[in-house]
């Protein structure tokens, strides 16, 4: 049962790439096309967002009420519903950087695996980054 | 065709990970688990991440990659890596947990986190080309 999880997993993290890449989101120069509407605007990226969205809502709705996954996991999913002052600070500041460099995190493995230098410059900043408010609460 | 293509890839990596292995797909919580604990849990968020890296690998074997050079400096590269690093964190979730996972199941929080983090990148990246 284990092998078959870390396989899944691993397809998962593999399938997940290949849609990257095949859409072009990987490459930061489409997406940064995607946020310039008011110049050479390309707004193709909203149709791998929408599909990409639906096949997961379907995904979700086959899941149902199960409690298990189908290899016999619990499903872990978030239970936050709360509204913060947090998540609009946290979003807000994720979109600065994603409107400067038009690298998200998935993206910027792809292009680590691509061999491209600016990934490692982008995990030097993100890597603190993620951890910057543990380490103020661990003190 | 590559972006419907690219959205079924990426539908379709949530949705195995979703219905086999119980988990959201959400990278910025995946890497972040990864550092803490890499061999947690079968370890599990090793083996996506390995998929991710070497997909570009796999995939060059089949179809041809885009070709393209990155002009961003290392210095905005660093600073936004930092800002997206720190988002995700307070906002539990970035592009894929949120935008495409929580948007899926309607989760309110990614709704709204998704329509800010769209606005912000956009605001951004026009005000900087203006600049």
């Known amino acids: 049962m284990s092998l078959s999880l870390k396989i899944s997993a691993f397809l998962s993290g593999l399938i997940f790439g290949f849609g990257l890449l095949v859409s072009g989101f990987f490459n930061p120069n489409n997406v940064l096309a995607f946020f310039d509407v008011f110049g050479d605007w390309m707004p193709g990226l909203i149709i791998t967002f929408i599909l990409s969205i639906l096949i997961s809502a379907l995904a979700f709705m086959y899941l149902g009420n199960r409690s298990k996954s189908f290899l016999g996991e619990k499903i872990n999913l978030p239970e936050k519903k709360l509204i913060s002052q947090k998540l609009f600070i946290g979003a807000s500041l994720f979109g600065i950087g994603w409107g400067l460099i038009g690298i998200c995190p998935g993206p910027a493995l792809v292009l680590l695996g691509n061999l491209k230098i600016e990934a490692i410059y982008f995990f030097i900043g993100f890597i603190p980054g993620i951890f910057l408010i543990d380490i103020i609460n661990r003190k | ?131």
């Open chain 2, 1 to 131: 065709m590559n972006y419907i293509l690219g959205g079924i890839g990426i539908g379709l990596g949530i949705s195995i990970l979703l219905i086999l292995n119980g988990r959201i797909l959400g990278v910025s919580g995946i890497i972040k688990r990864l550092i803490k604990n890499p061999f947690a849990e079968n370890g599990w968020r090793f083996l996506f991440v390995l998929g991710l890296v070497l997909s570009p690998a796999i995939y060059s074997n089949f179809f041809e990659t885009q070709n393209f050079e990155i002009s961003s400096h290392p210095l905005t590269l660093i600073i936004s890596g930092f800002l997206i690093g720190l988002g995700a964190s307070l906002s539990n979730g970035c592009t894929s947990g949120h935008s495409v996972c929580g948007v899926a199941r309607l989760s309110k929080r990614s709704i709204i986190a998704t329509i800010i983090m769209i606005l912000a990148a956009l605001v951004t990246f026009n005000l900087a080309k203006i600049i």
